[in-house]
C-alpha cells in the first residue's frame, strides 16, 4: 500500500491498516516471516542478533528468539534507557514496562551485534524506517561505532511514496513482510 502524507498523518495511516489486518491469518504470516528471517540469519553465519519483544501490532518472533538460542546463536532485546535502549540478552521471565513493552531484566552488556531485527510501522519511499516517533532505534544505532546488519519486519508493507524521513532514520538491509 503506498500513500502520500506528511510523516504523522502517515504513521497514523499505517497503524490503522496494522489494526485492521492485526486479526487476519497473523499467526501462519508471522511464522512464514519467521521463517524468512531465520533463512537470512543462517545464511550470513551470524552470530548475534538484537530482536525485539513484539507489541500485538508488530510480527510476533518469539519463536524464532528462542530458536536461534537453540541454534547457539546469542540472542538480545532492547531495554529502555533513558532516550533510548540497551541491549541485554534474550530471557525470561519478561516484565511489563512503560507503553506496554516487555523485558528481560537489566544486565550490563555492550555486545557486538552481527544483525538487528527491527519491527515497522512504516517506510517512506527511500526504505526508511517510519516507527512510533519516539526515535529510540534511530539514537541506538547512530550511537553504535559500526553498522550491523538490518532486516524490517512487518505483517503488510506500508510504504510512501514520500521522501518523510529524516537523515537520522534507519535504512534496512532487508525488508520481510508478507
Known amino acids: 500500500m503506498q500513500i502520500n502524507h506528511k510523516k504523522s498523518d502517515f504513521r497514523l495511516l499505517?497503524?490503522?491498516?496494522?489494526?485492521?489486518?492485526?486479526n487476519r491469518a497473523n499467526f501462519k504470516n508471522d511464522k512464514i516471516i519467521?521463517?524468512?528471517?531465520?533463512?537470512i540469519i543462517k545464511k550470513q553465519k551470524v552470530k548475534s542478533v538484537l530482536a525485539?519483544?513484539?507489541?500485538k501490532l508488530e510480527v510476533n518472533i518469539m519463536s524464532l528468539?528462542?530458536?536461534l538460542r537453540k541454534e547457539g546463536i546469542k540472542v538480545y532485546?532492547?531495554?529502555?534507557e533513558g532516550d533510548s535502549f540497551k541491549v541485554v540478552r534474550f530471557?525470561?521471565?519478561?516484565?511489563?514496562?512503560?507503553?506496554?513493552?516487555?523485558?528481560?531484566?537489566?544486565s550490563f552488556l555492550n555486545p557486538k551485534l552481527d544483525l538487528a531485527i527491527v519491527p515497522i510501522i512504516g517506510v517512506d519511499k527511500d526504505y526508511k524506517r517510519i516507527g512510533y516517533g519516539a526515535g529510540m532505534y534511530?539514537?541506538?544505532?547512530?550511537?553504535?561505532s559500526y553498522r550491523p546488519k538490518i532486516i524490517f519486519t512487518q505483517?503488510?508493507?506500508?510504504?510512501?511514496?514520500?521522501?518523510?524521513?529524516?537523515?537520522?532514520d534507519i535504512e534496512p538491509d532487508y525488508v520481510i513482510t508478507i
Not at 52 to 55: M, T
Request: charged content about 30%; proline content about 6%; hydrophobic content about 35%.
Open 52 to 55: 525485539y519483544i513484539p507489541l
Open 34 to 39: 519467521e521463517k524468512n528471517i531465520f533463512e
Open 77 to 80: 532485546v532492547p531495554y529502555l
Open 14 to 22: 499505517c497503524i490503522k491498516r496494522l489494526k485492521f489486518i492485526q
Open 91 to 106: 530471557r525470561l521471565p519478561l516484565k511489563k514496562y512503560k507503553f506496554g513493552l516487555r523485558q528481560p531484566n537489566n
Open 138 to 144: 534511530d539514537r541506538f544505532f547512530a550511537r553504535l
Open 65 to 67: 528468539l528462542f530458536n
Open 155 to 168: 505483517r503488510e508493507l506500508c510504504k510512501s511514496c514520500d521522501s518523510l524521513s529524516s537523515w537520522h
